[in-house]
């Protein structure tokens, strides 16, 4: 199971997990994919079992406008960080969920 890291222009072997935490940083629900599955498709694997309106962060790759609007209709948010260039940017990044540092 090859995977490319794109980021750091590399190939690897093996999984990737996949964990979807509360803002607590209790664990929710987790999986894993091989190392060559994109993060979009795995997206897309989470039951998402959580309250509605809530939202769901998450790197730059987790960025499908079309499941995005999905998950609106359902009462969910998908507010994953935004490319540079993204054809919708979001008001406000919210990187401090990465980084450890309070809003």
């Given amino acids: 199971m090859r995977g ?3 980021s750091k222009k590399r ?5 990737k997990i996949h ?5 607590q940083g209790q664990p929710v629900e987790f999986f894993l994919t091989p190392g060559a599955q ?3 498709q795995a997206l897309k694997e ?3 079992d959580l309250p509605d309106q809530a939202t769901i962060t998450g ?3 987790y960025n499908d406008y079309g499941y995005k609007d999905l998950l609106e209709e359902i009462g ?28």
């Avoid at 998908?78 to 940017?89: G, M």
């Avoid at 008001?91 to 969920?97: G, I, T, Y």
């Fill in 4 to 6: 490319y890291q794109a």
């Fill in 46 to 48: 989470y039951a998402l």
């Fill in 76 to 103: 969910l948010h998908l507010a994953p960080l935004r490319k540079k260039n993204s054809k919708r940017p979001l008001a406000r990044p919210r990187r401090d969920l990465f980084d450890g540092k309070s809003p």
């Fill in 19 to 23: 964990l979807l935490i509360t803002a």
């Fill in 38 to 40: 994109s993060d979009t």
């Fill in 59 to 61: 790197d730059k790759t």
């Fill in 11 to 15: 190939y690897f072997y093996g999984l």
